[in-house]
């Protein structure tokens, strides 16, 4: 079914490196193999260790952000998964060709996006909500800029608040509409606090994830807040 997330194994990780090896042919590679480690002062109460039953964490395309330095670096999920492997780091300027989590997308992440997001990757813009206007979003583009749907953060900063997701919220509602709702649970399990998000959030995105494409996702939203205003 549409629900199933990465498989553990080579063929996964084959795939994910083949598409990261297309994007530095195009000058896009990372710096992030080169970090010198001078976040390695931040400190969580979740331990950064790769626990080897959570390999299934690993995404089968390339997972990637463009981080602000605007967030502080205890909390941010972003560092975190960087840290944990989970995410790869692109500077300024660099293009993504996949889908990107972004204020500059017009249409709403839908299942519609699952070839592009297996294809190409799904990337995310780590800043602070409190900073939009200072983001220099016109360095940060990608081939398929997204929207996500009406979703409740679970994260400590914005606990209960409609919209305010973190980094690995944004991904994992992504990976969960788009198909990959294992992998969605495998990277919310490297946090405390995660799995609240996907249980908070169940029913929207099951049912988020049963749409055809951006329209119906829309339409599923806006029928919800019409319900819950009542």
Known sequence: GRGGGARRGGHSREGREEAWDKMEKLNLKSDSDSDDG?????????????????????????????????????????????????????????????????????????????????????????CSWARLDDTPFHKMKSGHPRLLPWLVAANTVNYGKPCKLNCVEALAATFY????????SAYMARFSWGPSFIEINRELLDQYSACKNGEEVLEVQNKYLEVIKK
Do not use: H, N, T
């Open 177 to 184: 509409i788009v198909g990959y709702k294992d992998l969605a």
């Open 38 to 126: 001078s976040e390695g002062s931040d400190s969580s109460s979740d331990s950064d260790s790769v626990d080897p039953s959570l390999d299934m964490s690993e995404a089968p395309f390339p997972v990637a952000m463009w981080d602000l330095l605007q967030c502080d670096p205890k909390r941010c999920s972003g560092r975190k998964l960087a840290r944990l492997g989970l995410i790869r780091e692109l500077k300024l300027g660099q293009r993504f060709p996949g889908l990107c989590l972004s204020p500059q997308g017009v249409s709403v992440v839908s299942p519609g996006d699952r070839d592009i997001v297996a294809e190409m990757g799904a990337s995310v813009i780590d």
